[in-house]
Structures are given as structure tokens and as C-alpha cells.
Antibody, heavy 123, light 108 residues
């Protein structure tokens, strides 16, 4: 059973960098056919796709966040990470990491999720 | 960006009711549409993918239909554990996916 667990500071000051790590257990992050993704959800609101990374290090980012975002992977530690720079209050959200299974061409779904971690941007 | 619009934003229903709600895409997305269920304080869980395929382990009372721009999620007989918020997600515009704003199912 694959499990994902987010970790990182719960409070980040405005203009600073938000850094989160997702540790994968029960399976190898190097397995083909899967992307490793970040999704966030402000309190009481909907889901926003942040970005994803493949085991090779290839990334895709949400255009609205691209200028501030870096997603990286550490296959030796079976982890992937998110860094979001110059954060503002609007970046306050529950951040989820998830495994994306590509079943066909553009067809994919998130089949395993972390429990989510609340990150608050405030001084 | 492809916009996903869900309706209604919330609904009240009773145990045993047949419940249907919809998701509309701003342009055709074929059948690249997923449905997720989210309970308070929990991560979303996929129910339906490719518009109508039931994810492994999901009860058969859940079904999905549609293609192009209009999609439907149906719960044939509402159970206590089904009270939650449901989100649709398009994966047509790889890799910039978007979710609907959600439909909250509450107890009448």
C-alpha cells in the first residue's frame, strides 16, 4: 500500500519561501507510469493543481505559479519537494502531495494522496 | 484555461435518495473527466475516472456519465458515508488540470 506524507513548516512569513517535502513509502518513486504532484486547497475553497514531477526530474507547473515554483525529486530518499518563493497570504492553504497515475494519453487520476498539511502565511 | 462549473453548489438529500449532480466544461474535454469525494479534514478520494469508469474499491452505487462538455455523477441510493463534497477534474488540457468548485451533499 503506497503512502504519502507531507512535512514542513506550518507557518511562513510573507515574502519568504514555503518548503514542503513529500515522503513516499510502500512503493518506489522511481516506478514508471506515475507522476508525483502537489495540489493545494485554501480553507473552505476548491482544489488547485500546483505542479508535478516525473522520476526523471521533468516538471510541469501551473502557469499562475510558475515564476515562484520549483518541484524537485530525490529518488535516493524516495521523496519529492516543493518550494514556493515570495509567498503572500493567498498562498495559505492545505497542501497535498499525490501520486498521479496515467492510464492513457491525457487520462490520469490521483490515486494516492497524503493527509495534507496546513501552511499559513503570516507575520 | 478550461473552466469546470459544477451544479448545484450544494444540495440536501435523505438516506436512500437517488442523487445526481453535474459538471460542465468550458470546452470539449472528451471523456477526460474524474470525480473525487472529499470528507472534512481528509484528502480527496477518486471515485470515477474517464467519465464513467469506477475506480477499484468504490461502491457500485456511484456512476458517472457524459462526454464533451457535460458530465453527471449519480449516487443511486445515498448512504450515511456519502455526505461529503464532490469535485470534478478535467485532465484534457495536459498538464494544466482544473477542478470544479465542488458540490456539497448535506443531510436533509
Amino acid at each position: 500500500q503506497v503512502q504519502l506524507q507531507e512535512s514542513g513548516p506550518g507557518l511562513v512569513e510573507p515574502s519568504q519561501t514555503l518548503s514542503l517535502t513529500c515522503t513516499v513509502s510502500g512503493g518506489s518513486i522511481s516506478s514508471g507510469g506515475y507522476f508525483w504532484s502537489w495540489i493545494r486547497q485554501p480553507a473552505g475553497k476548491g482544489l488547485e493543481w500546483i505542479g508535478r514531477i516525473y522520476t526523471t526530474g521533468s516538471t510541469n507547473y501551473n502557469p499562475s505559479l510558475k515564476s515562484r515554483l520549483t518541484i524537485s525529486v530525490d529518488t535516493s530518499e524516495n521523496q519529492f519537494s516543493l518550494k514556493l518563493t515570495s509567498v503572500i497570504a493567498a498562498d495559505t492553504a492545505v497542501y497535498y502531495c499525490a501520486r498521479e497515475w496515467v492510464y492513457y494519453a491525457s487520462g490520469s487520476l490521483y490515486d494516492y494522496w497524503g493527509q495534507g498539511t496546513l501552511v499559513t502565511v503570516s507575520s | 484555461d478550461i473552466q469546470m462549473t459544477q451544479s448545484p453548489s450544494s444540495l440536501s438529500a435523505s438516506l436512500g435518495d437517488r442523487v445526481t449532480f453535474t459538471c460542465r466544461a468550458s470546452q470539449s474535454i472528451g471523456t477526460y473527466l474524474n470525480w473525487y469525494q472529499q470528507k472534512p479534514g481528509k484528502a480527496p478520494k477518486v471515485l470515477i475516472y474517464a467519465a464513467s469508469r469506477l475506480q477499484s474499491g468504490v461502491p457500485s452505487r456511484f456512476s458517472g456519465s457524459g462526454s464533451g462538455t457535460d458530465f453527471t455523477l449519480t449516487i443511486s441510493s445515498l448512504q450515511p458515508e456519502d455526505f461529503a463534497t464532490y469535485y470534478c477534474q478535467q485532465t484534457y488540457s495536459t498538464p494544466t488540470w482544473t477542478f470544479g468548485q465542488g458540490t456539497k451533499v448535506e443531510i436533509k
